[in-house]
């Protein structure tokens, strides 16, 4: 998954995936694993964003 901050911003991210993800690690444009802080909330990958950050992320998705 990758997303972008577009509004010039520092942002707390909430983002509800379809499935239910079951692990969320934050990695760079080549896939290799970051040291930065990504958790899972119930159904939700919580992240920060610094303003017009680009971040990354390694996501699996389990059975309900």
Known sequence: ???RECDGAQRRVRLRCGARAVSAR???AL???L???V???AEDVVFDLRPFELRS???R???A
């Open 35 to 37: 040291d930065l802080e």
């Open 26 to 28: 934050a990695v760079d």
């Open 1 to 3: 998954m990758r997303v």
């Open 57 to 59: 992320f390694r996501v």
């Open 39 to 41: 958790t899972l909330e």
């Open 31 to 33: 896939e290799r694993e």
């Open 61 to 63: 998705f389990g059975h």
